[in-house]
């Protein structure tokens, strides 16, 4: 039975969760690291993952249960490799999974896969999502039945390259003291295979109103969003990347601009951080992963959860996740 900050399973490495309550349970959508040996380097060549397996939870006190396999990249025509983080969502009766992969170009794409099950296994469409581009999509289904993606994910993750809105393999990032890149939201189609609207950037300022810059690195954004909605507000949270913690701003609108306001997960072991905040029977809980399992490989990740509380004026109590209570 997995404790609070242990490893939801240990027979496999996982990582990139998203957790969601789907027929009363929890589900948690990770990617699933390979155990095998590969050369580290800033384009995340080391991330070499090429299925799915989805997890859950009859209640955080529950044993974890691996349902196996629910999607293999050799069956998904448009990708090649690169199998990262994914999502999911429900809607129509029919629960979709997002996943990004590289496309047979060598760019990451967002592709989608269905299933009359949570556990799946999924189907694929045949190609990707028209017009999406980048990483880690995160989809949020509003109070008002519409549905947001959020994705997008710096160095690997290209989002530099396409700031003119098509793919410029040489492009940089802006410089230190211009606007950092925001994360991408497109709102979904009604049947979540398209988007209904263009993507378009997302804006995080800071206390005074100010876009956070490039430069700094301890709140820009990096890869790996989140939404969630709590007392009527949308929170935003994301990795910071190169200074590995788990950060989060808040707005009065699913699209922003959102003002930064703090950190949820100090550094864990490994480079990466990535998470998903899920309400459990009047609980709140922080998926998240880290390489303690495999003593610190960075592509060899686990997933763990822990309880996530908000302070009275919505803000929430930063997690040290190495702290014994
Ligand atoms: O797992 C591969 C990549 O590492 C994810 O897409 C990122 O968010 C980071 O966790």
Same mark, same amino acid.
């Given at each position: 039975m997995p404790k609070q900050n242990e490893p939801l399973v240990t027979h496999i490495y996982t990582a990139d969760p998203s957790a969601h309550v789907f027929e009363g349970k929890i589900y948690v959508y990770p990617s699933h690291d390979l155990d095998h040996e590969k050369? /580290?380097? +800033?384009?995340? +060549?080391?991330?070499?993952?090429?299925?799915? #397996?989805?997890?859950?939870? +009859?209640?955080?006190?529950?044993?974890? =249960?691996? #349902?196996?396999?629910?999607l293999h990249i050799k069956d998904v025509p448009?990708? @090649?490799?690169?199998?990262?983080? $994914?999502?999911? !969502?429900? @809607?129509?009766?029919?629960?979709?999974?997002?996943?990004? !992969?590289?496309?047979?170009?060598?760019?990451?794409?967002?592709?989608v896969a269905t299933s009359a099950s949570p556990a799946g296994p999924f189907t694929p469409? $045949?190609?990707?999502? %028209?017009? /999406?581009?980048?990483?880690?999509? !995160?989809?949020?289904?509003?109070?008002?039945?519409? !549905?947001?993606?959020?994705?997008?994910?710096?160095?690997?993750?290209?989002?530099? @390259?396409?700031?003119?809105?098509?793919? =410029?393999?040489?492009?940089?990032? $802006?410089?230190?003291?211009? %606007?950092?890149?925001? $994360?991408? =939201?497109?709102?979904?189609?009604?049947d979540m295979l398209t988007f209904k609207t263009a993507p378009q950037e997302i804006s995080i300022v800071d206390?005074?109103?100010? %876009?956070?810059?490039?430069? +700094?690195?301890?709140?820009?954004?990096?890869?790996? %969003?989140?939404? #969630?909605?709590?007392?009527?507000?949308?929170?935003? /949270?994301?990795?910071?990347?190169?200074? #590995? @913690?788990? =950060?989060?701003a808040v707005s009065e609108s699913p699209t922003g601009p959102f003002t930064f306001k703090g950190t949820i997960l100090t550094p864990v072991i490994g480079w990466t951080t990535h998470h998903s905040i899920v309400e459990f029977d009047g609980k709140w809980y922080l998926f998240y992963h880290d390489s303690s399992l495999s003593g610190g490989a960075d592509n060899k990740r686990s997933v763990k959860f822990t309880e996530l509380k908000y302070n009275e004026d919505g803000t929430i109590v930063t997690i040290h996740p190495y702290d014994k209570a």
């Open positions: 050369q /580290s380097n +800033d384009n995340g +060549d080391q991330y070499d993952m090429e299925d799915y #397996h989805v997890l859950s939870m +009859d209640n955080p006190d529950a044993p974890c =249960v691996d #349902h196996g396999q629910a448009w990708a @090649k490799q690169q199998m990262w983080a $994914p999502d999911a !969502a429900f @809607k129509n009766n029919t629960y979709y999974l997002f996943f990004p !992969a590289r496309d047979h170009d060598n760019i990451f794409r967002i592709g469409e $045949p190609s990707y999502i %028209p017009g /999406s581009f980048s990483i880690d999509p !995160a989809v949020f289904i509003d109070s008002d039945n519409r !549905a947001y993606m959020y994705f997008g994910g710096l160095w690997g993750g290209q989002l530099e @390259k396409w700031q003119t809105g098509s793919f =410029v393999p040489e492009a940089e990032g $802006p410089a230190a003291d211009a %606007p950092a890149l925001g $994360p991408i =939201v497109a709102e979904l189609s009604e206390e005074n109103g100010q %876009p956070l810059l490039a430069g +700094d690195e301890e709140r820009r954004y990096f890869e790996g %969003p989140w939404m #969630h909605t709590y007392n009527g507000r949308y929170y935003l /949270s994301y990795s910071t990347g190169s200074t #590995h @913690k788990l =950060v989060y």
